[in-house]
């Protein structure tokens, strides 16, 4: 499986990132505001059933939590209002007040459109805002091609992320099997054969012309139905050769050949599909890891320093970053001495840098001068050298111990690169 495209993989990324800062929001109480509006809600019903609910909210017998919550609402009919109609996928809102501790709170509101259409309308008020439905979209919506088929009917679909969408369906003309004995019954089976011949040259034409104007991002095909008829399409190599190889093993049996037969072919390969990306992932790393032991210098490194440094060298074939990798690339400035230094930092301690003394001049006088997101940073570094770059997720052990062992990032190289020497700690540092 080859990897998606760093534009795609990066999105990803944010994704998840956005939903992890949204579920850090806590609310004293019932107080935070989840709406998902679906692409066909008319924004006017949504318009009527806030100003329900905040009537509605006048009835909260705490005064605190009263005033939040119709706050909270109120601000999110304002935020409705800026929409003339649904986004494509439709969009989800997430108002309300969080805790920040000695018994404040602060304002929040996030608007997030999601990368894959909104099923359900849904109004919540929480402790917490309600993720579930986007959280089930944060894996990147992978394409494949769908065929479920048997002598007697064949439907091609597309599997997009987690949406069955079907494409064509035909009814053959073969005929069933006669019950007449002798030359006639010859003859028949051998105008059912040729029949069955040309049902299936019919099914690998409408393949080429659906699928492979899609190749490129096929990740591959699914192919199933009842019977044995699917094994002998596939072994007898009806598909086009490039489809051909696309082909996910094993075959997958179902029991309808139509619309929901695609839906059951999805369900039934729901454990391959994420196998195969595990497997690939697992691949990789086990790949990095080999090259890690050897005893002379291999083709890998990890951990921050060794990797920039073999990125500005031009020495990475592919940079390996963990899907659950959380910090900041900051700048930081001396008003004092103008001095400059760089640091990578998880968001929480990026304040606790600020409170330290300047490492040249001693003077505490800090300030925060740029920040970029490190795995961000990463991308654009390896795009600028001419790397790939690859998103690992923590599903698997590998994909774990890239996280914990090598400090969510490591490199294949494209030819060996010493580690950098161990920083002497100094004053200045």
Known sequence: MSAPSPDTQLARYSFQRKLDEIAQAKGRATELVSLYVPPAKQLSDV??????????????????????????????????RSFKEAPANGVAFFVGRKAIGADKDEPVTFIVEPPEPLGTYLYRCDSTFVLDPLLA???????????????A????????????????NRQSLVPSKHGRGGQSQHRFERMIEH???????????????LFLP??????????????????????EGYLQYELQQKVILPLFDTGYTDEYGLKELVEKATQTLHGLEITDEKRIIQRLLGEIRKAEAGLAAYGERDVQ???EIGAVDTVLI?????????TFRCTSCQNEFVRTLPDEEIDRVLDEPCPKCG????????????????????????????????????????AKAFGGVAALLRYPVPPLPTERPSAAT
């Open 153 to 168: 009917e064949v439907t091609l679909g597309l599997l997009r992320g987690k949406r069955t969408e079907p494409l064509r």
């Open 214 to 235: 899609r190749k490129d991002v096929l990740k591959g095909i699914l192919l199933g139905g009842p019977g044995a008829t699917k094994e002998y399409f596939w072994k």
């Open 195 to 209: 029949a069955a011949h040309e049902f299936f040259v019919k099914i690998a034409e409408m393949a080429a012309e």
């Open 322 to 330: 963990s899907e659950g990798l959380r910090k900041q690339r900051v």
């Open 363 to 402: 003077q505490r006088s800090l300030t925060e001068s740029s920040q970029e997101d490190y795995v961000e940073s990463l991308f654009r570094r390896a795009q600028e050298s001419g790397a790939k770059a690859r998103l690992i997720s923590t599903e698997s052990e590998e994909g774990e111990m890239l």
């Open 137 to 151: 979209m944060v894996h990147e919506p992978d394409t494949w091609g769908l065929i479920v088929m048997d002598r």
């Open 309 to 311: 440094h073999a990125l």
């Open 47 to 80: 318009m009527a059933y806030l100003r329900n609910e905040y009537a509605q909210s006048s009835n909260i017998k705490s005064r605190t939590t009263r005033k939040n919550v119709m706050w909270a609402i109120e601000s999110l009919m304002g935020r409705v």
